[in-house]
């Protein structure tokens, strides 16, 4: 996070955290056990501002970077598509709005729904040093993803959201997040095999009730997925001094592993196979392991296949392969 959005969110963010370091390091630590024990992320009662403040330090930079991913892989598949208003679920301080505003520059107009009233505050006052009208404007509702009414949007995302949830309740959540995009619905959740199951439960779902898939699967087969393995990919996160310092890491960088869906009203996409694995390089050519769905293959893309081998050397895990090579 160093340009553009990003660096204007990270400032204002670690302007935000300024003079108030004392106790974020434990409060971290608080909210972490939670996540990793299954827990949401605690209502008011319980969300002191050093939890939002150890998460705008610890969470924000991370979160940031995969809803910039897996939103540019929209933008990617559907170059000429211009939303022009979103619908961020879960929304925390407003993280994946940014991302929004940032990769689709057509955007004028936010609805930022969020549970924590100190989040919406916190997240109300970083839109404020945001260049975009959008975000400056945004209307927050107060309130949970599911069962409550929600507004129509071109753009629905709901980021590291089923997760909280209970099991019972992630077809109704995700058939109401569907009724109400009515462009591109974008679903991220933590690249575990939990985090997975629950994209693969809500693609299931998208695809009974007439969606294409935009992201990231090549086609609108079923999950060629081995029963005992997921689909995630990784985010390389550079982390700055504060960042180390709540988590008490020594590393300069940290890995985010992540796994989404976006299900589309529009056109289907037509696009190569996903690379799932990173890229193994080896003498004389490189093996790739790809979605090609009905089914995983492993591709090898010899040396002597120079323009194949040229896109291969600099292919990262998560890129599609160009039609003309697969």
């Not at 505003?101 to 057509?106: D, E, G, I, K």
């Not at 969020?114 to 975009?132: F, H, K, P, Y």
Request: one cysteine or more; a negative charge; glycine letters at 8%.
């Amino acid at each position: 996070m160093s340009e553009g959005f990003a660096g204007d969110l990270l400032e204002a963010a670690e302007r935000e955290i300024e003079g108030e370091r004392g106790n974020l390091g434990r409060a971290y630590k608080e909210l972490s056990d939670g996540y990793r024990g299954g827990g949401a992320t605690p209502d008011d009662a319980a969300l002191s501002r050093d939890h939002v403040l150890a998460y705008l330090a610890a969470r924000l930079p991370a979160t940031y970077a995969v809803s910039e991913e897996t939103l540019g892989a929209i933008a990617a598949e559907r170059p000429e598509w211009e939303p022009r208003s979103v619908l961020d679920l879960g929304a925390g301080p407003g993280t994946s709005t940014w991302a929004a505003v940032a990769t689709f520059p057509s955007l004028e107009s936010a609805v930022l729904v969020e549970r924590s009233s100190s989040m919406i505050q916190v997240g109300r006052r970083l839109a404020e040093r945001s260049d975009s009208a959008a975000l400056r404007s945004g209307s927050w509702r107060r309130g949970g993803v599911v069962g409550a009414e929600l507004p129509a949007a071109d753009l629905v995302v709901a980021s590291y959201v089923l997760n909280e949830l209970p099991s019972g309740q992630v077809d109704e959540a995700v058939a109401q997040w569907w009724d109400a995009a009515r462009g591109e619905l974008l679903i991220i959740e933590p690249g575990t095999p939990a985090g997975f199951a629950r994209i693969s439960q809500a693609r299931t779902r998208l695809l009974a009730s007439g969606a294409t898939i935009t992201a990231p699967c090549p086609t609108d087969f079923a999950c060629p997925m081995a029963a005992d393995d997921w689909c995630h990919f990784g985010r390389r996160i550079s982390r700055t001094a504060l960042h180390r310092w709540v988590k008490s890491g020594t590393l300069g960088f940290e890995d985010e592993k992540y796994s989404y869906v976006v299900a589309s009203r529009q056109e289907p996409v037509v696009s190569g196979p996903r690379v799932l694995r990173a890229p193994q390089v080896r003498s004389g050519h490189i093996r790739l392991t790809v979605c090609a769905a009905p089914e995983t293959q492993d591709v090898v893309v010899a040396r002597s296949k120079r323009d194949a081998y040229r896109w291969a050397k600099r292919a990262r895990w998560g890129d599609a392969m160009p039609l003309e090579f697969s």
